[in-house]
Each structure stands twice: as structure tokens, then as C-alpha cells.
């Protein structure tokens, strides 16, 4: 099942022309150093390998657990939310 989420992602990744990827989590996500972390990296990597433009949005916030975050989930992710269908 691991590889199937992968793989459906990749094939996602490549008919889509616009994406917006949210990093949720705690110190390890929270970007202190801008150029020089995680995030910035995994962005580079994806417009690299798909050559389209990709948006990452750091949403980490060093100190949070699991039940901080979920209760943050609407504000600092969904909020980021593309629509489904594009405005006609």
C-alpha cells in the first residue's frame, strides 16, 4: 500500500500543472533557516523532476504535538486549499 501512495502522487504530480503542499509539524518543519531546510530542498527537488511550478507552504511550528496541530489543521492547512475545478 506504501508504494501505491507514491506512485498515485507521481502520476497526480505529472497531469497537474499547479501545486500547493503544505509541511505540517513541529521543529523539524519549522523553518528557521530560510534556503537551508527540508522544505526548500523537497521544493527544488519536485520543480526539478516535474518542471512545473510548486508551492510549498511551511506551516511547522516548533513545540507542537500531534493534538496542536490537528487543532491548527483548518487555519495553517486546508485554508491553502486549491479549488477543485478552475473558475470558469
Same mark, same amino acid.
Given at each position: 500500500?506504501?508504494?501505491?501512495?507514491?506512485?498515485?502522487?507521481?502520476?497526480?504530480?505529472?497531469?497537474?500543472?499547479?501545486?500547493?503542499?503544505?509541511?505540517?509539524?513541529?521543529? +523539524?518543519?519549522? #523553518?528557521?533557516?530560510?534556503?537551508?531546510?527540508?522544505? =526548500? %530542498?523537497?521544493?527544488?527537488? &519536485?520543480?526539478?523532476?516535474?518542471?512545473?511550478?510548486?508551492?510549498?507552504?511551511?506551516?511547522?511550528?516548533?513545540? +507542537?504535538?500531534? #493534538?496542536?496541530?490537528?487543532?491548527?489543521?483548518?487555519? =495553517? %492547512?486546508?485554508?491553502?486549499? &486549491?479549488?477543485?475545478?478552475?473558475?470558469?
Amino acid at each position: 500500500m506504501g508504494t501505491q501512495i507514491f506512485q498515485d502522487a507521481v502520476e497526480l504530480f505529472q497531469k497537474s500543472e499547479h501545486f500547493r503542499l503544505v509541511a505540517l509539524g513541529a521543529s +523539524n518543519t519549522d #523553518r528557521y533557516m530560510p534556503c537551508m531546510h527540508w522544505v =526548500d %530542498v523537497l521544493e527544488v527537488g &519536485l520543480r526539478h523532476r516535474f518542471g512545473r511550478k510548486f508551492q510549498l507552504i511551511d506551516s511547522g511550528v516548533s513545540g +507542537n504535538n500531534t #493534538r496542536q496541530a490537528l487543532a491548527r489543521f483548518d487555519r =495553517d %492547512v486546508a485554508f491553502f486549499q &486549491l479549488p477543485s475545478c478552475p473558475p470558469s
